[in-house]
């Protein structure tokens, strides 16, 4: 079973589906594994080293791909390459569905099986396949990172011979993975840190990390899967007016809030900007998904009044030599999943693997 | 007794001399304050805040210069600004008369008393006034963010479903107060830190921020007051051989190296960087004063075969907030102690005072 990853094509992308390490995995499970030259350098990790662990580096794309019985991407894979595969090869990437119809369209006219990282259900046991989380807890980071970076503050306390310097205060929107590994990246760095999330189940995580949770005194929220539910209109309107006030009052603020397949939640509007001091940053997690601040443009960081709002794109890229490390185990690990005897035989009736499947035998499985 | 401040007009300088707080302080000591409309904007300092605690605001600079007893600047004040005062009056600001020169001697013809904040010693009733650490604090703090943020690596250990993630390993060469706030800071974002310095005595503070000390077993280096003194060629050869080889092991490398008045001490060879895995990035500091590291281009980012290597310039006025306020009251410590009865009266048998007049009664003082 000839396992194969080509370079990633997308603007921006630095990550790559595998590293030596898996390839020894994926070795030892019995698959040959095979690699673009070049697709690891953006993430730091050479031909080299790949070869050295058992892949074949192969210079031609097109010849990689006619070849691959399985591909494993981080992006969901040009239409041009799907074009590539042969009929019955196997996918596994991000897909995002919801977003990229023209792949999933040309991945079912090619009887491709394929399958999304997006979609892996939150179980315990899939747990170690569950990229979501992984490159989340990444961006989580980054943002912290980049507020601190932007800032015109430190963030720590410092007791100087020429008097006191006050801690930043930081306020985080939406306390699931990412949220949570932005307070715990903050309290690192010394800032203040209160959180606010719909679901009041999160308000344990946020306290357990030293951070003050914001009690709306409203119900909470928490929809199935243990993500955020889509919220109704009268419940955003009473939101809005709380956060806006501790948004006023903030010096930072990382924004979070996401629905899978969804447009991001308007938590920060454009009066709330308007209101903070001069010298505060806003940066905003969901730019890609519309933002959370209503003023978010996706890919930039512009100036409101003296308000700074970054709206990182692909954030967890932004470290690639970890996030690649994570989504490598994350991807070798659903695969394992789906072999047995050495050869790919998924268990259809695991929910595992029918939850993330997109394309099968010339179908599109999701809605 | 008027005391002004004029917008600093020097390229990338945000800091300001003046901060609502110190405006008071100076009232209160029976001086008045103008300031120059807009001067503290960059620090996110308003005219209003300002005005609010005492402070003329003047629109016009020539007439505010013309009007002043004394100066207060981040800068040395540019040739044309000296022309304006009238003579007689003092400045305070960071002069560093070994760079300056024409400043200095446009102050001493126009019989201009000035004072560099670089020159006050190291004495401990001395640090209220020491504007050269609390700004080197500052740099330490963000030099650390900037290889943070600029790295391919998270910092922090990571325990994941998806497997776990190894700290960076980051080297600090020269501890002395950017040295050990970058150390503090490194720490905090949960980096494996050892670090370097020709003063032997540094080896307690550095071990106190739960750092590594590298000891070379070669001799203490300490100079005249606390700051490292300048190397035999032999002493550098064999440091060089030992600092390489550590250099080489590191993800991250902040180099804080300087000897005040002199060209930076080389730490950091071209063969060195060439030694380190690609992806690692190094931090000079000492950018502006030619760099620790070989191949630094003060005020650039550059790569070198994967490893990035940043030479920030002014680093303290990246958090122009922080380090407005510090040096505003380092500064207006410095005029308090020049100031008996309401009226400028110099101590000059006074070690601080003398220590840090460049020019007086048309003199340069400092050789």
Same mark, same amino acid.
């Given at each position: 079973?000839?396992?194969?990853?080509?370079?990633?094509?997308?603007?921006?992308?630095?990550?790559?589906?595998?590293?030596?390490?898996?390839?020894?995995?994926?070795?030892?499970?019995?698959?040959?594994? @095979?690699?673009?030259?070049?697709?690891?350098?953006?993430?730091?990790?050479?031909?080299?080293?790949?070869?050295?662990?058992?892949?074949?580096?192969?210079?031609?794309?097109?010849?990689?791909?006619?070849?691959?019985?399985?591909?494993?991407?981080?992006?969901?894979?040009?239409?041009?390459?799907?074009?590539?595969?042969?009929?019955?090869?196997?996918?596994?990437?991000?897909?995002?569905?919801?977003?990229?119809?023209?792949?999933?369209?040309?991945?079912?006219?090619?009887?491709?099986?394929?399958?999304?990282?997006?979609?892996?259900?939150?179980?315990?046991?899939?747990?170690?396949?569950?990229?979501?989380?992984?490159?989340?807890?990444?961006?989580?980071?980054?943002?912290?990172?980049?507020?601190?970076?932007?800032?015109?503050?430190?963030?720590?306390?410092?007791?100087?011979?020429?008097?006191?310097?006050?801690?930043?205060?930081?306020?985080?929107?939406?306390?699931?993975?990412?949220?949570?590994?932005?307070?715990?990246?903050?309290?690192?760095?010394?800032?203040?840190?209160?959180?606010?999330?719909?679901?009041?189940?999160?308000?344990?995580?946020?306290?357990?990390?030293?951070?003050?949770?914001?009690?709306?005194?409203?119900?909470?929220?928490?929809?199935?899967?243990?993500?955020?539910?889509?919220?109704?209109?009268?419940?955003?309107?009473?939101?809005?007016?709380?956060?806006?006030?501790?948004?006023?009052?903030?010096?930072?603020?990382?924004?979070?809030?996401?629905?899978?397949?969804?447009?991001?939640?308007?938590?920060?509007?454009?009066?709330?900007?308007?209101?903070?001091?001069?010298?505060?940053?806003?940066?905003?997690?969901?730019?890609?998904?519309?933002?959370?601040?209503?003023?978010?443009?996706?890919?930039?960081?512009?100036?409101?009044?003296?308000?700074?709002?970054?709206?990182?794109?692909?954030?967890?890229?932004?470290?690639?030599?970890?996030?690649? @490390?994570?989504?490598?185990?994350?991807?070798?690990?659903?695969?394992?999943?789906?072999?047995?005897?050495?050869?790919?035989?998924?268990?259809?009736?695991?929910?595992?693997?029918?939850?993330?499947?997109?394309?099968?035998?010339?179908?599109?499985?999701?809605?």
């Amino acid at each position: 079973m000839r396992v194969v990853v080509a370079q990633e094509t997308a603007d921006g992308e630095r990550r790559v589906a595998v590293v030596p390490e898996t390839v020894a995995t994926l070795t030892a499970a019995g698959c040959s594994v @095979a690699v673009q030259a070049g697709a690891g350098l953006s993430a730091h990790v050479t031909d080299d080293e790949l070869a050295a662990r058992g892949a074949d580096i192969v210079f031609e794309r097109s010849q990689l791909l006619r070849s691959a019985d399985v591909v494993l991407a981080v992006q969901p894979l040009p239409v041009g390459d799907v074009a590539q595969l042969a009929a019955g090869a196997t996918t596994l990437s991000f897909l995002q569905p919801w977003v990229h119809g023209d792949t999933v369209r040309a991945l079912a006219a090619r009887s491709v099986t394929s399958f999304s990282l997006d979609l892996v259900p939150r179980l315990s046991r899939a747990q170690p396949m569950d990229a979501l989380s992984s490159q989340a807890l990444i961006a989580g980071y980054r943002a912290v990172l980049l507020a601190a970076a932007t800032a015109p503050r430190m963030f720590p306390l410092f007791m100087t011979a020429a008097g006191t310097v006050a801690p930043v205060k930081l306020l985080v929107l939406g306390a699931g993975v990412a949220g949570l590994q932005a307070i715990a990246t903050a309290r690192r760095l010394g800032a203040v840190v209160s959180a606010y999330d719909v679901r009041a189940a999160s308000a344990d995580e946020v306290r357990s990390l030293g951070a003050t949770f914001l009690d709306l005194g409203l119900d909470s929220q928490e929809g199935a899967g243990g993500y955020a539910r889509v919220q109704s209109e009268d419940f955003l309107a009473r939101q809005r007016d709380v956060i806006g006030e501790h948004v006023a009052r903030s010096d930072i603020v990382v924004t979070t809030a996401a629905v899978p397949g969804r447009p991001a939640p308007r938590l920060v509007s454009a009066d709330m900007v308007h209101a903070m001091r001069a010298g505060s940053v806003i940066v905003d997690l969901a730019a890609e998904g519309g933002g959370n601040c209503e003023l978010t443009r996706a890919g930039e960081s512009i100036d409101v009044g003296g308000v700074t709002i970054v709206g990182p794109r692909n954030a967890a890229s932004a470290y690639p030599v970890h996030a690649s @490390a994570l989504y490598a185990r994350n991807v070798a690990n659903l695969l394992l999943l789906l072999i047995r005897d050495g050869r790919l035989d998924p268990d259809w009736d695991d929910e595992v693997v029918a939850d993330c499947c997109v394309t099968r035998s010339g179908e599109v499985m999701q809605p």
